[in-house]
């Protein structure tokens, strides 16, 4: 996905730009499926999609296999973001759509309805990452450790970032302003 991303970059000149990479990541349930041999560093793996014919184990470490694969996208992405650092203010807004059961109670995978699913499935894992000179702007301090935030703020947290004035805009949302 970031082939050929710097030359599309440099055809955007003096433009605030939004990048969307939607990868596969650990989408199940052929998690053994999203990465390339090189990462199968926990073994044995699961590698069907019949779950109920693999062991706990064997699909928890095709799935941190995957893990590992994400971590190491994203630390290309954010390799790629900081060639920008001396003319590009640059972030990398991380989140998934959902989580997953492994296992647990006898769960797997994410299908459940919201109001049934346990927490592995709908607390999903989500970070942000600025360079330098962005993270000067951004008052990271206004975020509370123990606030709970969900997807709906991304939408207005990307709008707050690059300051697009529209009345569609909640700033209650917008996980770097204050909340009153
Ligand atoms: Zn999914």
């Given at each position: 996905?970031?082939?050929?991303?710097?030359?599309?970059?440099?055809?955007?000149?003096?433009?605030?730009?939004?990048?969307?990479?939607?990868?596969?990541?650990?989408?199940?349930?052929?998690?053994?499926?999203?990465?390339?041999?090189?990462?199968?560093?926990?073994?044995?793996?699961?590698?069907?999609?019949?779950?109920?014919?693999c062991s706990k184990e064997e699909i928890s470490?095709?799935?941190?296999?995957?893990?590992l694969y994400t971590d190491d996208f994203l630390?290309?992405?954010?390799?790629?973001?900081?060639?920008?650092?001396?003319?590009?203010?640059?972030?990398?807004?991380?989140?998934?759509?959902?989580?997953?059961?492994?296992?647990?109670?006898?769960?797997?995978?994410?299908?459940?309805?919201?109001?049934?699913?346990?927490?592995?499935?709908?607390?999903?894992?989500?970070?942000?990452?600025?360079?330098?000179?962005?993270?000067?702007?951004?008052?990271?301090?206004?975020?509370?450790?123990?606030?709970?935030?969900?997807?709906?703020?991304?939408?207005?947290?990307?709008?707050?970032?690059?300051?697009?004035?529209?009345?569609?805009?909640?700033?209650?949302?917008?996980?770097?302003?204050?909340?009153?």
């Open positions: 996905m970031l082939v050929g991303l710097q030359s599309y970059i440099a055809k955007q000149k003096d433009k605030d730009i939004l990048i969307v990479l939607h990868q596969m990541g650990n989408h199940g349930p052929a998690y053994y499926k999203r990465y390339p041999k090189a990462f199968e560093k926990f073994t044995p793996v699961c590698k069907t999609n019949q779950l109920e014919e470490n095709a799935y941190d296999n995957a893990i630390t290309q992405t954010i390799a790629l973001l900081k060639k920008y650092n001396s003319s590009h203010q640059t972030a990398m807004f991380y989140m998934s759509d959902h989580g997953e059961s492994l296992g647990e109670n006898g769960i797997y995978l994410h299908g459940l309805p919201y109001f049934m699913a346990p927490s592995a499935q709908t607390h999903i894992p989500a970070f942000i990452w600025f360079n330098d000179s962005f993270s000067k702007e951004v008052q990271a301090h206004k975020i509370q450790s123990d606030a709970r935030y969900t997807q709906d703020n991304l939408f207005h947290t990307l709008l707050g970032l690059f300051n697009v004035q529209t009345k569609v805009y909640e700033p209650r949302l917008d996980i770097f302003q204050e909340k009153i």
